[in-house]
């Protein structure tokens, strides 16, 4: 009957493995209010239970909790039910089994059963020895019959104390023999256990104990689980769990609503296995949608260790994306061809050398030296005018009001870029469905410099989501449709740039980020300034396997002093033979002229590993910026052969 520690792993080995999410959120979103005892709907609407297991294994979870979590005889007390606690439980393993089942009928995969085992809802400090008899006494009565119903692992959860913790693990011990046993604390803001009991502390404590799995969910949402499962590593070597809620519930209308979107949820799993946990899912907040976006992260990671298997067994090396489109709660609707959405994507489409120049928004109203700027470049051949979303954290004008005027006073395309610093996902959807309206049709995602950096270091960042969540968002929207699933009418149409760096010190951890943003359906790069060819080239081959259009990032540097800021400010990679070049001018005129020159060598020997250049224009110097890619022009329509 169940499961074992041993076979436990013997299924998952060391492997990522995906839980579902919470049970009591769709139940509420399906209109089942909270004076209702959920437990309950085990025997008085089956259906509706097994639906919602069903659908959880549609969305790629492995492993399925019952619903159970405030099936003991104190919670089930306040509804008339304690008598009924061994029937509620058997009930909810023999539901959660039923879509199991379903699933290995349908040759679909396996999954597993976890019996759900929720805190008593009684506070045990003040019992004395007697209150945390009946304590234990209260677990191992429903312990008992998750055990001899067949659950394959149990799930204790939500644990506020450790001495509940402990009342709880032991009476698991005792009344399912054998059986896994996974334990979950849950923390406050300040990252600690209710009782003040420290992540490192717990978990040593748990392992101590004899639990097999051992973890953090609930709690205040993503962030805080990921700084305990960090703590968690460094006191064990038990495989650990991370089950977050969807963020902190926030009243909408007299309804409690979770905020954070798949894409941030996927985020954090991502997040949380290079933590150290082996499983991960959802909690409170936490929907069907959330676990399919998870398991899209998963399968990325898991074509990355294939990857690294191969790299340490054969001479090969890169990173495999597989992955298969979400389904919706709406109709999605194909956008345009890439060669119809804008001027970018049909160069892209053509595989013509594209080429961009940036142009940095002022920090005050007036645009005029921006616009004159982007009309010389226009009259030069440049292709289309970069615009960034207020780097280095400092307040200017907003990139997506440039962007309109340039077009609308010069006539030549934009690129807007689009941080995720600034906006939660309700603002970062309204803010691309009205740049869609107003013809903005090129979109750079990023995540965003921290405010730290700029002038205003205690200003509030948002990263609801990070550059691969906003992918998912953009690629949603091209498809019709809202991080909801909800229809929008028609596609977006947008064209979807991502930024790479191949000069950054873990190029390791940004090829999986690369890799993810391709598979979240980025259609083109631009990297960050190049200096060291070698850095450009080493990066061009390991994403072979999962290549897009790479537009190279050319910077003219203007003094030695802008090179030492690059270098040691802004950490871009910049070789010594460059800095000794900068150091040897006389002035500032021979300065300016040897930035040029060294970017004219660096656009012409990466052209032919590329498919475009974005010029940077420093300080504002847009006649730099056109001295510099003059010199390539008049071949930007060639073909790349």
Not at 373 to 392: E, F, M, Q, T
Not at 543 to 566: D, K, Q, Y
Request: glycine fraction near 8%; aromatic fraction near 4%.
């Amino acid at each position: 009957m169940g499961l074992n520690v041993e076979s436990l792993k013997d299924i998952f080995g060391q492997r990522p493995v995906l839980c579902d999410g919470a049970m009591g959120t769709v139940l509420y979103g399906r209109g089942v209010f909270i004076n209702r005892c959920y437990d309950e709907l085990n025997l008085s609407d089956p259906a509706l239970i097994l639906s919602i297991h069903e659908e959880y294994l549609q969305s790629g979870a492995e492993i399925l909790e019952t619903n159970t979590f405030g099936a003991n005889r104190f919670r089930l007390a306040r509804h008339g039910l304690a008598s009924r606690t061994a029937e509620i439980n058997e009930a909810g393993v023999r539901l959660a089994r039923e879509a199991a089942d379903h699933l290995k009928e349908k040759q679909a995969g396996d999954a597993w059963v976890a019996g759900s085992v929720g805190p008593l809802g009684v506070h045990l400090e003040p019992l004395g020895k007697t209150g945390l008899e009946e304590a234990r006494a209260a677990f191992t009565e429903q312990i008992a019959a998750l055990f001899e119903a067949g659950a394959d692992m149990l799930m204790i959860e939500t644990m506020p104390a450790l001495n509940e913790a402990r009342e709880a693990l032991l009476a698991a011990k005792g009344a399912a023999p054998g059986l896994p046993i996974f334990v979950m604390v849950t923390v406050d803001d300040d990252g600690n256990c209710l009782d003040g009991t420290s992540p490192a502390q717990a978990a040593a404590l748990l392992t101590e104990w004899g639990a097999d799995v051992i973890g953090c969910n609930c709690s205040t949402g993503p962030a805080t689980v990921l700084t305990a499962i960090e703590a968690m590593r460094e006191a064990t070597q038990l495989p650990l769990v991370a089950m977050p809620n969807a963020g902190m519930p926030r009243a909408v209308e007299g309804r409690n609503i979770y905020l954070c979107s798949p894409e941030y949820m996927a985020s954090f799993a991502r997040k949380a296995l290079k933590a150290g946990a082996q499983y991960v899912g959802g909690c409170c907040g936490t929907t069907p949608n959330h676990i399919r976006a998870m398991k899209s992260a998963i399968r990325a990671i898991d074509a990355q260790a294939r990857a690294d298997a191969r790299t340490n067994t054969a001479d090969t090396s890169g990173i495999e994306v597989t992955g298969q489109p979400s389904t919706s709660l709406a109709t999605e609707v194909a956008p345009v061809p890439l060669s119809a959405r804008s001027r970018i994507g049909a160069l892209l489409a053509e595989h013509a050398f594209v080429s961009l120049v940036e142009i940095v928004p002022p920090r005050g109203i007036n645009c005029n030296k921006e616009i004159e700027g982007a009309r010389l470049l226009a009259s030069l051949g440049v292709h289309a005018i970069n615009v960034p979303d207020s780097p280095r954290a400092s307040p200017r004008m907003s990139a997506q009001s440039l962007c309109i005027q340039i077009q609308q006073h010069t006539g030549i395309e934009t690129v807007l870029h689009y941080t995720c610093r600034d906006r939660n996902v309700l603002s970062i959807q309204s803010d691309l469905l009205g740049a869609s309206s107003i013809g903005l049709k090129n979109i750079l995602c990023l995540t965003g410099d921290p405010p730290k950096l700029g002038n205003y270091p205690d200003a509030t960042a948002v990263f609801d989501v990070d550059a691969i969540g906003l992918v998912n968002i953009v690629r949603r929207l091209n498809h019709g449709l809202d991080i909801g699933g909800n229809s929008i009418g028609a596609s977006t149409n947008f064209t979807l740039g991502v930024a790479a760096n191949p000069g950054v010190p873990d190029i390791e951890q940004e090829l999986r980020r690369f890799a993810w943003k391709v598979e979240a359906g980025a259609e083109y790069a631009i990297t960050q300034p190049v200096f060291d060819l070698r850095l450009l080239e080493t990066f061009l081959r390991r994403i072979e396997e999962f290549r897009i259009p790479v537009i190279a990032g050319i910077w003219p540097l203007t003094s030695l002093r802008n090179a030492e800021f690059m270098r040691n400010d802004l950490r871009v990679s910049m070789p010594e033979a460059v800095m000794l070049r900068m150091a040897q001018a006389q002035n500032p005129e021979a300065a300016r002229v040897e930035g040029v020159a060294i970017a004219r060598e660096m656009l012409t020997e990466a052209q032919p590993m590329v498919q475009g250049v974005q010029v940077s224009a420093p300080f504002g110097r847009y006649a730099l910026a056109a001295e510099v890619i003059a010199s390539v022009l008049p071949e930007t329509t060639q073909l790349v052969r």
